[in-house]
Nanobody, 132 residues
Framework: QVQLEESGGGSVQPGGSLRLSCAAS????????MNWVRQAPGKGLEWVSE????????YYARTVSGRFTISRDNAKNTVYLQMNDLKLEDTAVYYC?????????????????????????WGQGTQVSVSS
């Protein structure tokens, strides 16, 4: 059974930090790029960050670049998101999600990643609340 379980969310003041974790099981973790996406109240899904299968390449949304760091530990089947200098607009439910590509043979195409259904697997999310 595939499971992605996020943890580490909570309440923090602007400028504070949180570290999110996502423990994966039930699939070959090392075969999948991993993502963090988020959904603020009343808004659509926003892609936040991606890390490739071996952790050698990372990508960030412009809104979090320089403040967030994604990492993964393949030995522990876990992906992390270190969030520093948090802002009010970072308030959202954060999800980790696996995949996000449509592949046919050797050719893979990036999916929009605007919905959880664009990913192969996703968790139930963890709440991050930034307020003064």
């Amino acid at each position: 059974q595939v499971q992605l379980e996020e943890s580490g969310g909570g309440s923090v003041q602007p400028g504070g930090s949180l570290r999110l974790s996502c423990a994966a099981s039930g699939f070959i973790f090392t075969d999948y790029p991993m993502n963090w996406v988020r959904q603020a109240p009343g808004k659509g899904l926003e892609w936040v960050s991606e890390i490739n299968t071996n952790g050698g390449s990372t990508y960030y949304a412009r809104t979090v670049s320089g403040r967030f760091t994604i990492s993964r530990d393949n030995a522990k089947n876990t992906v992390y998101l270190q969030m520093n200098d948090l802002k009010l607009e970072d308030t959202a439910v954060y999800y980790c999600a696996a995949g996000g590509y449509y592949c046919s043979g050797y050719v893979c195409h990036l999916k929009p990643k605007g919905n959880l259904s664009d990913f192969d697997y996703w968790g139930q999310g963890t709440q991050v609340s930034v307020s003064s």
